[in-house]
T-cell receptor, first 115, second 111 residues
Framework: EPEVTQTPSHQVTQMGQEVILRCVPI?????FYWYRQILGQKVEFLVS????????KSEIFDDQFSVERPDGSNFTLKIRSTKLEDSAMYFC?????????????FGSGTRLTVV | DAKTTQPTSMDCAEGRAANLPCNHS???????VYWYRQIHSQGPQYIIH???NNETNEMASLIITEDRKSSTLILPHATLRDTAVYYC????????????FGGGTRVLVKP
């Protein structure tokens, strides 16, 4: 079964540093997403991306965050200057554009720890 | 998206059916009921979705009441690997829509 692949599985970074989280969505999917889950809390939507532009973003997704699909296969989330409260699991997801079944497929996540 | 209400937690015996309820009394006519689960901090996993008819796939069955104000996810023979947080989500069937996760139901399957 096709998978969404995320790397690294765990990243530790110092506060104020830039971090890039990487994702390889399923090859024929057209919509891409980032979600995050702070330990013990709900899964929260960050951003959706379609046709090389952001289609929707949440209040969490401020100027410190950016997304990019640099080469047609990878989908990245960049945090420019990390804060302690950015520590969370970050999940990438992708979905087909289909009127029949529009399920998401999530990756296994990147655990970001900001120290 | 309509709001959903689920019990915080429930236990289930291994090998028995697990029935997970969800209330969505404000659901709109074009909103589907989706179920996802999250096993121990892994990425959420799609289980099933439906509009008004009952649905079944290899993972589970979804029973939606006639008035569509509530639904039940049925895991027919729960295994220890089904221990997870189960999320009931209501959304419009359209590509690109975000998923809004609530607290879900923490299901513990016991031997």
């Amino acid at each position: 079964e096709p998978e969404v692949t995320q790397t690294p599985s765990h990243q530790v970074t110092q506060m104020g540093q830039e971090v890039i989280l990487r994702c390889v969505p399923i090859s024929n999917h057209l919509y891409f997403y980032w979600y995050r889950q702070i330990l013990g809390q709900k899964v929260e939507f960050l951003v959706s991306f379609y046709n090389n532009e952001i289609s929707e973003k949440s209040e969490i997704f401020d100027d410190q965050f950016s997304v990019e699909r640099p080469d047609g296969s990878n989908f990245t989330l960049k945090i420019r200057s990390t804060k302690l409260e950015d520590s969370a699991m970050y999940f990438c997801a992708s979905s087909l554009k289909s009127s029949i079944r529009v399920g998401y497929t999530f990756g296994s996540g990147t655990r970001l720890t900001v120290v | 998206d309509a709001k959903t209400t689920q019990p915080t937690s429930m236990d289930c015996a291994e090998g028995r059916a697990a029935n997970l309820p969800c209330n969505h009394s404000t659901i709109s006519g074009n909103e589907y009921v989706y179920w996802y689960r999250q096993i121990h901090s892994q990425g959420p996993q799609y289980i099933i979705h439906g509009l008004k008819n009952n649905e079944t796939n290899e993972m589970a069955s979804l029973i939606i009441t006639e008035d569509r104000k509530s639904s039940t996810l049925i895991l027919p023979h729960a295994t220890l690997r089904d221990t997870a947080v189960y999320y009931c989500i209501v959304r419009v069937l359209a590509a690109g829509n975000k998923l809004t996760f609530g607290g879900g139901t923490r299901v513990l399957v016991k031997p």
